[in-house]
């Protein structure tokens, strides 16, 4: 039984070193409201809404260099305008970027923030020009032209320092030790249906026939183990079911296929078998 269409991902909670350092990039560039504090953690969104909590780490230490956990969180902008404001903010910061790519399906900008977690920030193109072949999304990757984008926003007007109300995060990317394990959890038994495979290296699944959700790949961590729960990266990620019957079908689901969940503030915890955690709410 596939997951119902209406699933999306809801937000994440992120494990950081030093709180404050990671605010000035994610409120005071990217433009995210801060909505609460409460000592070492911060919960951040847009237009009232939380999709990201930061957590400070009591004492942190380096995530070692071949482990699985995070790849990146993708931040997903209204449109393209809106994409081009964040990219001024980040030039005016003068945040590096990691790379840019248009893909067929959206435009993208990647970085990481100040303890190297990757961050994509992104618009999607109108899903009816989504290049397809056969059942199989077609995402590429081809040059991005930023300076046209900061010349949008230049065009706008004045740049605003929040991000639109209407900001979210599209989709997580992880790495895993094992893509046929990683299918079997994310397709298999969660439910998500694949929209593309790049060879033996990575898996693009998602609900409702959006490009992606979660993004699992192998590359560089084959066989790796998890990495430690005191160096930076994902606690987890919620994702969020449009109805609780929808969600009590899908832990059936997951259970029915062996796939341990625990209750946790609200929803139900589960981890892949490379140790990435996912939990299920109801939206």
Do not use: C, K
Not at 199 to 213: I, P, R
């Amino acid at each position: 039984m596939g997951i119902d269409p209406g699933a999306a991902i809801g937000g994440v909670q992120l494990r950081v070193s030093d709180l404050e350092r990671s605010l000035a990039l994610y409120r005071d560039v990217l433009g995210f409201t801060e909505l609460d504090r409460s000592g070492a953690r911060a919960t951040l969104g847009a237009g009232g809404r939380a999709f990201v909590v930061l957590r400070q780490l009591s004492s942190a230490v380096p995530r070692p260099r071949r482990t699985t956990g995070l790849y990146h969180v993708a931040y997903l902008f209204p449109d393209r305008l809106r994409l081009g404001q964040a990219l001024a903010r980040l030039a005016a910061a003068r945040w590096p970027l990691q790379g840019a790519a248009d893909h067929g399906v959206s435009e993208a900008i990647y970085l990481a923030d100040p303890d190297g977690l990757g961050i994509e920030i992104y618009h999607d193109r109108p899903r009816d020009g989504w290049p397809h072949h056969g059942s199989e999304l077609v995402m590429g990757t081809e040059p991005l032209d930023l300076r046209a984008l900061l010349d949008e926003a230049a065009a706008a007007g004045e740049i605003p320092a929040a991000a639109p109300p209407a900001t979210r995060i599209g989709h997580v990317h992880l790495q895993v030790s094992d893509l046929a394990h990683a299918g079997e959890f994310y397709h298999g038994a969660l439910g998500l249906d694949v929209m593309q495979r790049m060879g033996g290296s990575a898996l693009f699944v998602s609900a409702g026939g959006y490009h992606h959700h979660v993004g699992l790949n192998t590359w560089g961590v084959a066989g790796a183990p998890p990495s430690p729960s005191d160096a930076p990266g994902l606690d987890h990620f919620d994702l969020a079911l449009p109805t609780q019957a929808a969600l009590d079908a899908t832990r059936q689901a997951m259970a029915a296929q062996g796939v341990r969940l625990e209750p946790r503030d609200g929803g139900w915890m589960g981890r892949d078998p490379s140790g990435n955690a996912v939990r299920l709410v109801a939206a």
